[in-house]
């Protein structure tokens, strides 16, 4: 809880105290909503977005749009390859998928396009 309540807007005493969603004056007995102290910000919910912010969705396809080196292997997955059915699972690499001929694997949103 913060120590920073604003002071009582009756008295301006300083020694406000919060009880659930009020704010109390003890010392005029001022009650008021304490909405703007007590208001915890809401969670923005977490939107991934393909390069040109598309908004992407479980299910979606995408392509991709850069040529992505596989981390401890040789293999390529190629400008324009298609990738169907991703899973947004948030972090770094934000899209689990398969690829045809790769096998699963995550990738980056902003290296793909909705398709
Ligand atoms: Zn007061």
Redesign the pocket.
């Known amino acids: 809880m913060s120590s920073t309540l604003p002071p009582?807007p009756?008295?301006q005493?300083e020694f406000v105290y919060a009880d659930d969603s009020l704010l109390i004056?003890p010392?005029?007995v001022?009650e008021w909503p304490a909405d703007a102290a007590a208001a915890e910000p809401e969670e923005a919910p977490v939107v991934t977005k393909d390069a040109v912010g598309n908004v992407l969705q479980d299910g979606d396809s995408v392509t991709v749009i850069k040529d992505l080196k596989i981390k401890g292997s040789s293999q390529v997955v190629k400008v324009g390859t298609k990738v169907r059915n991703i899973k947004l699972i948030g972090g770094d690499h934000d899209i689990d998928c398969r690829i045809d001929g790769i096998g699963s694997m995550q990738l980056k949103s902003e290296y793909v396009k909705k398709a």
Request: aromatic share 0%; hydrophobic share 0%.
């Open positions: 009582c009756q008295c005493s004056c010392e005029c001022h």
